[in-house]
């Protein structure tokens, strides 16, 4: 089955970096786009960034210039690099896969101190 494992997670300073890593197994890992989620407490789940199959990516405006997705296909590994981490940065950040039906892990728990 489908499994995603979040780690890198932590308690950081504001302006600090931290790097995410989502390992994944029960599937053709480099066959399928990969994203990272992050969920505020009090706040709905919203997408941070993807990479696509092929490398393309997205990020969302309020992370744009700080964060880096990547992957490697020989790990079945997607990171997340966060850079000049803000305070309202401070979320669980999932990793997910799947088009039509999602599939998450647990989530990492990334606080931001100002």
């Known amino acids: ?3 995603l494992v979040e780690s890198g997670g932590g308690l950081v300073q504001a302006g600090g970096s ?3 890593s989502c390992v994944a197994s029960g599937f053709i890992f480099s066959s399928n786009a ?3 989620y992050r969920q505020a ?3 709905q789940r919203e997408l941070v960034a993807f990479i ?3 490398g393309s990516i997205y990020y969302a405006d309020s992370v744009k210039g700080r964060f880096t997705i990547s992957r490697d296909n020989a790990k079945n590994t997607v990171y997340l690099q966060m850079n000049s981490l803000k305070p ?3 979320a669980v950040y999932y990793c997910a896969t799947g ?3 999602k599939f998450w892990g ?3 728990k990334v606080t931001v101190a100002s």
Request: aromatic share 4%; hydrophobic share 30%.
């Open 34 to 36: 990969m994203d990272w």
């Open 99 to 101: 088009a039509t039906a």
């Open 1 to 3: 089955q489908v499994q």
């Open 41 to 43: 407490p009090g706040k």
């Open 106 to 108: 647990q989530g990492t």
């Open 88 to 90: 309202e940065d401070t």
């Open 18 to 20: 931290l790097r995410l």
């Open 52 to 54: 696509t199959r092929g």
